[in-house]
Structures are given as C-alpha cells and as structure tokens.
C-alpha cells in the first residue's frame, strides 16, 4: 500500500513553494509584464480602430451631404434647362404662329387680288362678248369704246363688282 509521510509531504509542500517564488520571483514577473505590454498594444489598437470609424463616419456623412447637394444642384439645373426648353419653345411657337399668320394675310391679298382681276377680266370678255353680240344684233359696227362704256355702266349697275 501507499505510505504517507509527514516529512516527505511536508519537504513536497516546501519545495512547491519555493518554487512557485522562484517562478513568481523571475518568470510571472515577466510574463506578466508581457501581458500588460500586449494589453495596451491591443487597447491602442482599439483606440486607433475607433478613431478610424469615427473618421470614416465622419466622411461617410460628409460624403452623403455631398451627395445630397450633388442631387439638388442636378435637379435645380434640370429644372432650369426645363423652364428655359419651354420658353425658347413658347417664343418658337409665336414666331412660328406670327409667320404663319403673316403667309395667311399675304394669301388672302393675293386670292383678293386674284380675285379682282379675275372678275375685271370676266367683265372685260363679257363686255366684248355682249358688244360682239349686240353688233351681230344691229348688223353694224358701233363704236366699240362707247359700247363698252355702256356694257361696263350696266355690269356695275347689274353686278356691283366695280
């Protein structure tokens, strides 16, 4: 069986202390410096993580109020090529509407016109027909200035056109 000695165990205890001094003494001792240097590495690295997402937050917000006025600055131009688009098109389309009332007017003087001469000129054959008619009629040549003076008092009379 096993046998317990007081002074053995007593020696065991003795030696663990002493060792776990010596070990205290030379190596927790630095190890534990090790571990408070690589705990503030790994706090300064937090810190400058931090930092950095406060930076790009702060980018990132600027970013987007660039943006943002990027947007209405686009939308104010829009809108103003718009405005201008539809003026030039209203000047447009009175010019237009101007010229082509212009063509109308002119038109219509040139269909009065027309129309004038084209009646003087119905009148005048008609004039010589009802004189060449009526000279058949009588048998004789009358004088045709005065016959045609007399056939233009009649259609003026009869026709209103003069």
């Known amino acids: 069986?096993?046998?317990?000695?007081?002074?053995?165990?007593?020696?065991?205890?003795?030696?663990?202390?002493v060792l776990f001094l010596f070990m205290k003494k030379f190596l927790f001792?630095?190890?534990n410096a090790i571990m408070e240097q690589?705990?503030?590495?790994?706090?300064?690295?937090?810190?400058?993580a931090k930092s950095e997402a406060e930076k790009a937050q702060k980018i990132r917000t600027e970013y987007e109020a660039t943006v943002a006025n990027a947007k209405d600055e686009a939308q104010e131009?829009?809108?103003s090529a718009r405005r201008s688009a539809e003026k030039?098109?209203?000047?447009?389309?009175?010019?237009?509407q101007q010229?082509?009332?212009s063509i109308i007017?002119?038109?219509?003087?040139?269909?009065?016109?027309?129309?004038?001469?084209?009646?003087?000129s119905a009148q005048s054959e008609i004039a010589d027909l009802a004189i060449a008619a009526a000279s058949k009629i009588v048998g004789a040549n009358l004088q045709s200035d005065t016959n045609k003076e007399l056939v233009d008092a009649f259609l003026a009379e009869e026709g209103g056109c003069k």
């Open 29 to 31: 001792g630095r190890i």
């Open 99 to 101: 010229e082509a009332e």
């Open 88 to 96: 030039q098109g209203e000047r447009i389309t009175q010019k237009a």
């Open 38 to 48: 690589r705990a503030k590495l790994v706090q300064d690295d937090l810190d400058k």
């Open 1 to 17: 069986m096993l046998e317990f000695d007081v002074w053995t165990i007593a020696f065991s205890i003795i030696n663990i202390l």
């Open 105 to 120: 007017r002119t038109a219509q003087k040139e269909i009065a016109l027309e129309r004038k001469q084209s009646i003087e």
């Open 77 to 79: 131009i829009i809108s």
